[in-house]
């Protein structure tokens, strides 16, 4: 009965968890471009400071939550005033010189990741600390009454610190008149040339940025219903398909696959792109990912040391695959305007990856639940339906990437 209980608690906190989640995505969606527009006209600076400064006030009051309206209130109001990573993703695309620049959207990308890797994991561990560590913290204290607050503060500690970081950054917006090495648009001209009446239409005008966008989008879409997906399919029953592993397991799992990441995005994927250019890596990666979720239902079988080190592998290749593809067209769009639109390019980008973001967790979830249903059908059953409706969608994103429909920016890169 009392693991009945356990259970019944921990899926109701799990459901909540994507529930605030969905909600920030949402909050994002509603003002990216509005803080991309900002960064264009104010500079990069004093939207990444501003986001830095939120993070510590409404991750603060997050773990101070003590209902869950307060929770969704407080992160909701985090992802609308948070508009970061846009204007950090035109930052590198500006702080850097062109051959330089997949090194600098890598680490923007690899930095992204980790957060999402590290997170979480970071969060479970000190969640509920007057209970994980009762010798050390009591069910009477601070951290006992509030039993959130102990991750949220030490996220908030080390926001702080970035903030004072990022008050030493140099602004970039103003930094490339006459210089046609360092900009990264066509020539200096085109950034000192630029129309004033030329508005956020221009750009939805814009095909080469408006194809990769929805590329990107469905990219995206696929990433987060794998995840989602990724962790059910992995504790599920050995008898549906599953690997019976523990929570333990998977964290474990993912943790590694960061570290994983991180050494691909910083020493390899910018000699690849300079190599084969950005859109061949994601078609390439898209190619791959294909082939590596058709493998997965086999993995299932192994067990042992032997299913450890290749799911770790797999999970390792995967989180590349996947990051790899996103930085070649973070790398489109930023090419695809002028510097002067470059902040409401990424705003209008991470308000359409917000929406499918959002729906990716819902649909994984979704598409796992009924494949559990379906386990002695005739044709692709039980989770080999799972990964081959993930392989639809990675194969949709993979034809985006091809004329007519993807377009490049004026300098044809390829």
């Excluded at 997949?102 to 990308?109: E, F, K, R, V, Y």
């Amino acid at each position: 009965m009392l693991q009945k209980e356990r259970r019944t608690s921990a899926t109701m906190l799990v459901m909540w968890v994507r529930e605030i989640f969905i909600h920030v995505l949402y909050s994002r969606a509603l003002t990216s471009v509005l803080w991309g527009m900002i960064a264009d006209r104010y500079g990069r600076k004093p939207v990444i400071i501003f986001g830095t400064v939120s993070v510590v006030i409404f991750n603060t009051l997050f773990g101070l939550s003590t209902t869950f309206w307060m929770a969704i209130s407080t992160r909701f109001l985090l992802g609308s005033l948070c508009g970061i990573l846009g204007p950090m993703r035109a930052y590198a695309s500006e702080v850097c010189r062109k051959e330089y620049q997949a090194l600098g959207m890598s680490i923007i990308s690899t930095s992204w990741g980790i957060g999402l890797v590290i997170g979480p994991a970071l969060g479970g561990f000190l969640a509920q600390p007057a209970e994980k560590f009762p010798n050390i913290f009591s069910p009477h204290s601070l951290f006992g009454r509030f039993p959130y607050l102990l991750p949220c503060l030490l996220i908030s500690i080390f926001s702080a610190g970035v903030f004072f970081v990022c008050c030493l950054l140099p602004e970039t917006i103003h930094n490339h008149k006459g210089n046609d090495e360092g900009c990264n648009d066509s020539d200096a001209h085109g950034a000192t040339a630029f129309e004033p009446h030329s508005s956020q239409k221009s750009l939805l005008k814009n095909w080469p940025l408006i194809s990769s966008i929805i590329a990107y989008c469905v990219f995206q879409l696929h990433d987060m219903a794998y995840a989602e997906i990724f962790s059910l399919w992995a504790v599920s029953p050995r008898k549906n398909g599953g690997l019976s592993f523990s929570t333990a397991d998977v964290g474990e799992v993912l943790a590694f696959s960061g570290f994983g990441l991180l050494l691909f995005q910083l020493f390899i994927y910018p000699v690849v792109e300079r190599k084969f250019g950005p859109v061949m890596v994601s078609r390439i990666g898209a190619v791959l990912t294909i082939l590596l979720l058709s493998s997965y239902p086999f993995i299932s079988l192994l067990r042992g040391l032997t299913l450890m080190l290749l799911i770790n592998c797999a999970s390792i290749l995967k989180n590349v695959l996947s990051v790899a593809i996103t930085t070649g067209l973070f790398l489109l769009q930023n090419r695809s305007v002028t510097q002067k639109q470059r902040g409401a390019a990424n705003g209008i980008s991470m308000s359409a990856m917000s929406l499918f973001k959002a729906i990716g967790p819902a649909a994984g979830g979704s598409l796992f639940s009924w494949a559990q249903k379906r386990q002695n059908a005739c044709f692709l059953p039980g989770n080999e339906m799972v990964f081959f409706l993930l392989n639809v969608i990675e194969v949709i994103g993979l034809f985006l990437t091809f004329k007519p429909f993807l377009a490049l920016p004026d300098d044809n890169i390829s």
